[in-house]
């Protein structure tokens, strides 16, 4: 237990500064590892572990709990938990106050202004690439689309949208 | 509240210090509402929109930020906010706040899926997951053309970002290789400019 346990946080913590892009990259090595190498669970069990994490409220990389937990129950869940989240948001936060302490600095200007359109950039490019990544069927891109431009050109809430988007592919008959 | 900051024309009101308490439960809700993704999304609407405790630069840069460091870019977000606004303590609360729900219900999904795997019903529960989730893709594209709207009004930038928009979210171009080249890129241009 406590093998699978030091196991899980070794995993975890160098994959959470490995995954540069996001939580996405690292998916095919927790994969590789939590299958083949460990045989914590099975090809399909990740499959459905992936499912529930897309789903869930949150970052998809909380797949890493499912997988700890499926290895090594509420323990192994809270291990893979810290060990996916510790160590880059240490990262996150040495970098955040390197940028706060330049708040009037030139370089952090030029800089703020050069990042800007890459963040921009990046948002639609989330957006497209979790299209691409997911199985997109007919309805799902009507609903992707409507959603898209009802969000951007009007203020209505988020939340409802959601919920019909739900209900319209429930009768589309997923 | 004045900030010193305001020197600059592009970050009108931002830079109210919250509490601890009100970034937990800021983050709370946006923890909560991420159903399906769409977490930046979310995190604009309840920080810039909603609070305005940073501005569009503000948001826009630190998420830029967040895509070039390790780890899940809303999760860096978070941290990124907080510790912008009330250092370490800031980012422990705004930390804690988004992942707390989300890590409740996935550890209560875990368990009911490993208990019930195979049973009937799940069917129309992933169709329902799947419509969610689209349109919760749809918030990060509006997100992302509100962004595009409000803060980008010269060529140059206006190029970079529809580069990095379908070179990464088309073309799927590796992220690392096009900020390889679109930052120092971006750099040159925004230097040129100040310099000006």
Known sequence: ?174 | MASPDSIEPVRPKAQTRPSLAALFVGFLIIGAMSFGGGLAGWIRREVVQKRAWLDDQQFISGFALCNIVPGATNVNLAVFIGTQLRGGPGALATLAGMMLLPLLIVLVAGMLYLATRGMPGGGWLGAALAGAGAAAIGLNLATGIRLARRNIRRVAPALIAAAITVGIGILRVPLFAALLVMIPLSLLISWAGYRR
């Open chain 1, 1 to 174: 237990m406590i093998a699978i346990l030091l196991q899980l946080a070794g995993l975890f913590a160098m994959l959470s500064l490995l995954a540069f892009g996001g939580g996405t990259g690292v998916l095919p090595d927790i994969q590789r590892a939590s299958v083949d190498v460990h045989h914590w669970l099975t090809a399909r069990e990740f499959l459905d572990m992936f499912a529930i994490s897309r789903a869930a409220p949150g970052p998809g990389s909380l797949i890493v709990v499912l997988v700890g937990q499926k290895a090594a129950g509420i323990a192994g869940a809270l291990v893979a938990f810290v060990a996916m989240f510790a160590p880059s948001s240490l990262v996150v936060y040495l970098a955040a106050r390197v940028w706060h302490g330049a708040a009037q600095a030139a370089w952090r200007q030029i800089a703020e202004r050069a990042l800007a359109p890459i963040g921009v950039g990046l948002t639609l490019a989330s957006g497209l690439a979790l299209v691409h990544g997911t199985e997109h069927s007919l309805p799902a891109y009507a609903v992707t689309a409507v959603t898209t431009l009802l969000l951007a050109f009007t203020d209505l809430h988020p939340l409802p949208i959601m919920v019909a988007g739900a209900v319209l592919m429930v009768l589309a008959g997923g």
